[in-house]
């Protein structure tokens, strides 16, 4: 044991005027032998001791070499581990990317505290967890971020991941990486159509080519339609953070209400009357399926469409009513184009008159649709 025990103060007084190279191969056989080697608890103690020591090393080979050899190990030293990954980054990534005994909070406060380059190996842990990952989507830049969503192992919940959209979904990278994900929640994916819409209208050579106005109202009806095709995909438990987001955002306009409902959103249309009456979700979808024009109608005006408004919605629900019991396969041509012949003569003007046009785009769209489906038949 005093042999041992003189050995490594024998160590300490050496290494004061040893070579680099030579302190480097030392600190990486103090730490292999302290995990490998049979020691007393005064021999450990005093090992210790020596490779704390060995964290004021002026070069950073030596540093690097201690973590080598420790870091790997949950029987390593806890107080060295955590010096270690505060070190300057080629020492810190063997202790932050392998280390066993940094715990959520050491990994939180890392996150916090460090740089870029520490966040990037907190990212590439084969295994980050869920406080871990809503630390980087906070706080993470885009490199940062783009390891984590690359990451197998990194468990990003489905608020990290909306949090992600919302301050880096102008990233194209990081924009694309999210909508490959099947787990990306519908609320984040319509905030991503939406910095997809932002950065078309900002193209100098598209406004020049359309017109910084029209190039907004294309950008417009194209988020609207996008945000209508995630509203017909998502699952049911989806629908009322959806719903909420798009109310906040003030996405909820007559338009794209009557959008929803005539191209069969169904579970998502209901969905919003719900969030915008305060009516329970069973009663609206029994007035939705059955109820009588001036139900149909009471429970529009209460989610604050207005007299005229309210009455082109009593007469697509019923129009939606009667194509789902005929041909549920075309309900959006069937509404679309019914609607408008109802309404041919309707004093059309002010929200009136853009419901109306909305609704005849969208019917336009269908035939279009139809007539190439047609002609794909023909030809074969």
Same mark, same amino acid.
């Given at each position: 044991?005093?042999?041992?025990?003189?050995?490594?103060?024998? &160590?300490?007084?050496?290494?004061?005027?040893?070579?680099?190279?030579?302190?480097?191969?030392?600190?990486?056989?103090?730490?292999?032998?302290?995990?490998?080697?049979?020691?007393?608890?005064?021999?450990?103690?005093?090992?210790?001791?020596?490779?704390? &020591?060995?964290?004021?090393?002026?070069?950073?080979?030596?540093?690097?070499?201690?973590?080598?050899?420790?870091?790997?190990?949950?029987?390593?030293?806890?107080?060295?581990?955590?010096?270690?990954?505060?070190? %300057?980054?080629?020492?810190?990534?063997?202790?932050?990317?392998?280390?066993?005994?940094?715990?959520?909070?050491?990994?939180?406060?890392?996150?916090?505290?460090?740089?870029?380059?520490?966040?990037?190996?907190?990212?590439?842990?084969?295994?980050?967890?869920?406080?871990?990952?809503?630390?980087?989507?906070?706080?993470?830049?885009?490199?940062?971020?783009?390891?984590?969503?690359?990451?197998?192992?990194?468990?990003?919940?489905?608020?990290?991941?909306?949090?992600?959209?919302?301050?880096?979904?102008?990233?194209?990278?990081?924009?694309?990486?999210?909508?490959?994900?099947?787990?990306?929640?519908?609320?984040?994916? %319509?905030?991503?159509? %939406?910095?997809?819409?932002?950065? #078309?209208?900002?193209?100098?050579?598209?406004?020049?080519?359309?017109?910084?106005?029209?190039?907004?109202?294309?950008?417009?009806?194209?988020?609207?339609?996008?945000?209508?095709?995630?509203?017909?995909?998502?699952?049911?438990?989806?629908?009322?953070?959806?719903?909420?987001?798009?109310?906040?955002?003030?996405?909820?306009?007559? /338009?794209?209400?009557?959008?929803?409902?005539?191209?069969?959103?169904?579970?998502?249309?209901?969905?919003?009357?719900?969030?915008?009456?305060?009516?329970?979700?069973?009663?609206?979808? /029994?007035?939705?399926?059955?109820?009588?024009?001036?139900?149909?109608?009471?429970?529009?005006?209460?989610?604050?469409?207005?007299?005229?408004?309210?009455?082109? &919605?009593?007469?697509?629900?019923?129009?939606?009513?009667?194509?789902?019991?005929?041909?549920?396969?075309?309900?959006?041509?069937?509404?679309?184009?019914?609607?408008?012949?109802?309404?041919?003569?309707?004093?059309?003007?002010?929200?009136?008159?853009?419901? #109306?046009?909305?609704?005849?785009?969208?019917?336009?769209?269908?035939?279009?649709?139809?007539?190439?489906?047609?002609?794909?038949?023909?030809?074969?």
């Amino acid at each position: 044991m005093l042999g041992r025990r003189v050995i490594i103060e024998a &160590f300490l007084r050496w290494i004061e005027t040893a070579k680099t190279g030579d302190r480097a191969r030392a600190a990486n056989a103090l730490g292999r032998a302290y995990l490998q080697s049979k020691m007393t608890v005064e021999e450990r103690a005093a090992a210790e001791m020596a490779m704390t &020591f060995l964290l004021d090393d002026p070069s950073p080979r030596v540093r690097l070499a201690l973590a080598e050899a420790i870091a790997w190990s949950p029987d390593a030293p806890r107080s060295l581990i955590l010096s270690l990954a505060e070190d %300057q980054p080629e020492v810190a990534c063997h202790a932050v990317t392998c280390s066993p005994l940094l715990s959520d909070a050491d990994l939180v406060d890392l996150a916090a505290r460090g740089n870029g380059a520490t966040r990037m190996l907190i990212a590439v842990r084969a295994h980050v967890t869920r406080p871990v990952c809503a630390a980087l989507a906070e706080v993470g830049d885009e490199e940062e971020l783009l390891c984590l969503l690359e990451n197998d192992g990194a468990a990003i919940s489905s608020q990290s991941l909306k949090r992600i959209a919302e301050r880096l979904g102008d990233c194209c990278d990081i924009r694309n990486l999210l909508l490959d994900r099947s787990d990306l929640p519908a609320d984040a994916r %319509q905030l991503l159509t %939406q910095h997809v819409s932002n950065a #078309l209208v900002g193209l100098p050579l598209a406004q020049a080519a359309i017109g910084l106005q029209r190039l907004q109202r294309i950008s417009r009806e194209a988020t609207e339609a996008a945000i209508v095709s995630i509203a017909g995909d998502i699952a049911p438990r989806e629908i009322p953070d959806l719903v909420e987001h798009l109310r906040l955002n003030g996405r909820l306009t007559p /338009s794209f209400l009557m959008h929803a409902l005539c191209a069969g959103k169904v579970d998502f249309f209901a969905g919003a009357v719900v969030e915008l009456t305060g009516c329970g979700e069973r009663r609206v979808r /029994s007035i939705l399926a059955t109820g009588r024009m001036h139900a149909v109608r009471a429970l529009y005006e209460s989610a604050g469409l207005s007299r005229d408004i309210s009455v082109i &919605f009593v007469e697509a629900t019923m129009l939606w009513r009667d194509a789902a019991r005929k041909a549920p396969g075309s309900v959006l041509g069937n509404v679309c184009g019914r609607l408008l012949e109802k309404f041919r003569h309707h004093d059309a003007h002010g929200a009136v008159g853009e419901l #109306l046009d909305m609704v005849e785009k969208l019917h336009v769209i269908e035939q279009r649709q139809s007539a190439r489906v047609y002609a794909s038949l023909a030809a074969a």
